[in-house]
């Protein structure tokens, strides 16, 4: 599995973002009978992995978000482009950070956003907010 992030970028507050996660090697059977995720995650200077929201690449109504930023951002996936998005709205500047894009199998389910259950990782692509 492959994953590349993009589409992060300078922002003012109050602005919005869509981060892009564009993956390669997942099977079929991935998207409808194994239960893999993609999950975004964030890493601020000085502090630990984050992890910011995730869906599950079988179900639409699986998806997962930090209380941080429920209500500002979403997440959605194109299967058939085989790439999740996060739209991230109102964005703060405590939003600034280097936001990567994982992949867990079946056992995500157990901490949807805990960066350990993830097994593959794309590059990071920076989002900073600031005016």
């Known amino acids: 599995v492959q994953l590349q992030a993009s589409g992060g970028g300078l922002v003012q507050p109050g602005g919005s973002l869509r981060l892009s996660c564009a993956a390669s090697?997942?099977?079929?059977?991935?998207?409808?009978?194994?239960?893999?995720?993609i999950g975004w995650f964030r890493q601020a200077p000085g502090k630990e992995r984050e992890g910011v929201s995730c869906?599950?690449?079988?179900?639409?109504?699986?998806?997962f978000y930090a209380d941080s930023v429920k209500g500002r951002f979403t997440i959605s996936r194109d299967n058939a482009k085989n790439t999740v998005y996060l739209q991230m709205n109102n964005l703060k500047p405590e939003d600034t950070a280097v936001y990567y894009c994982?992949?867990?199998?079946?056992?995500?389910?157990?901490?949807?956003?805990?960066?350990?259950?993830?097994?593959?990782w794309g590059q990071g692509t920076q989002v900073t907010v600031s005016s």
């Open positions: 869906i599950s690449l079988r179900s639409d109504s699986n998806t």
């Open positions: 090697g997942f099977t079929s059977n991935d998207y409808t009978s194994n239960d893999y995720a």
């Open positions: 994982a992949s867990a199998g079946p056992h995500y389910g157990l901490n949807p956003l805990g960066a350990v259950y993830y097994d593959y």
